[in-house]
């Protein structure tokens, strides 16, 4: 009888980590798991570091998928995906060292629970704390790793049960069902486009579950360091956003995006008050007083608000935003900011747009650059993120009221400034009364639980 062909092809983008690399594809040597089983599958996206070479040379029974420029690990895992011949597709980073046992875990959790996904443990590279155990989406379509940095030995009892979010650095999933709901996104690149995938695959009515005899051992940001603090800064945010705006339902859609532009606009006044402190003063004064507009005159409300309007702060902005954007002005505010941001941020820094001809403010640091980059990205790409919306939505068999009871969304202060808006009267206003969310700090999130929830036999 001929072989029905590998039941796991494991998956490894790579770009300039030969060494990493290298350290990953010897751990796999040594997994307990028949050959024919199983193949390994290298992309290299376009590096420079002689990792094909590597590859061949060294792990010659390795395929190699080889790209000509950098398609980052969302392009990387869909050309392995193209290449992949077994019924499950394995997702794994470059700077990963697996364990044993780590494939025969994910089969049998597979095979005895019934779901289609995997997401298995991520240690830190020496075995002793916790990189991921548990994913947790936040209201705003970010996501946070629970007790990540908290000591391992206080999760030895752990057993397979259901979660929501599947890590793309160790994660399993059924090739077919993976590529009916269109796989991860290709224009996220890197960051967040688990979450996105894992919400749509929750949403199509499919199960995933955390199986903790399936470890890696993770060097914590070897590949994504390389990234630096504006292109990290810039994915984090514009991901994290178009997460939220393509998988939220209906019920929920307007009040959550809503405060999701909103939240990111006062985070990003927070970080230019934090990273360019010089640039206060002006920020922070009247804008340029404005003759009074003719009666009949065809300013909109909303540029009347935020370009015309006199002795109005950043902050007064901001308050004023909620009620134009409860009255679905969403696009058209993205659409004026994107025209205050476009030349600006071409040339590595920004007039004010509220300023003055006199004043002008350089923009420069990589966080302050990163957001302003997001929120311009957003503005100048909301045809294409409303068309993925209606594809994503016309999957959906589970409305997010159902997800959200078993896992709720958290509010998690975890920027400057955070506290200050969760506190305000109108950001709780705008939270749906329907969903129970989770409020906490960032050091409950993460860090060591307290004593009576440790060695529990389920999260």
Known sequence: MASAGPLFSVIIPSYNGAALLERCLHSLEKVRFPSHRREWIVVDNGSGDGTVSLVQRRFPKTKIVRLSRNLGFTGGIAAGVAAAEGRYVVFLNNDMRVAPQWLEAMEEALRGSGAVCAAGKILDKKGEHIDFIEGILLFDGHALQRFQGARAEHFSGLSTC???????????????????????????????????????????????????????????????SRFGPYRRGFLYERNAFACLYKNIDEPFFHPLVHLAWLTLMHRTRWIIALHEPQSLGALESPFPPWSGLPDGSSE??????????????????????????????LQTLWSRLAE??????????????????????????????????????????MARLNAKRRSVQRLRRVPDRDIFRRFPPWVVTTYPGDEELFAASWFRDLLPKEIPFRFASLEEVHGDPPPAQRHHTDL
């Open 162 to 224: 259901p979660t929501f979010i599947a890590c793309g650095g160790n994660m399993a999933v059924r090739k077919d069902v993976y590529e009916s709901l269109g796989g991860f996104d290709g224009d996220f690149f890197a960051y967040t486009e688990d979450v996105d995938f894992s919400w749509r695959l929750h949403a199509a009515g499919f199960e995933t579950v955390f199986v903790p005899e399936a470890v890696t051992l993770h060097d914590h940001q070897a590949t994504s």
């Open 340 to 381: 205050i941001l476009r030349d600006r941020l071409r040339r590595g820094k920004a007039q004010g747009a509220f300023l003055s001809n006199r004043e002008e403010i350089l923009w420069s640091h990589p966080y302050v650059r990163s957001q302003l980059q997001a929120l311009w990205d957003l503005s100048r790409s």
């Open 300 to 329: 909109s409300a909303l540029e009347a608000t935020f370009l015309r309007s006199p002795q109005r702060s950043w902050r007064k902005t901001l308050r004023r935003g909620v009620d134009l954007l409860r009255q679905g002005e």
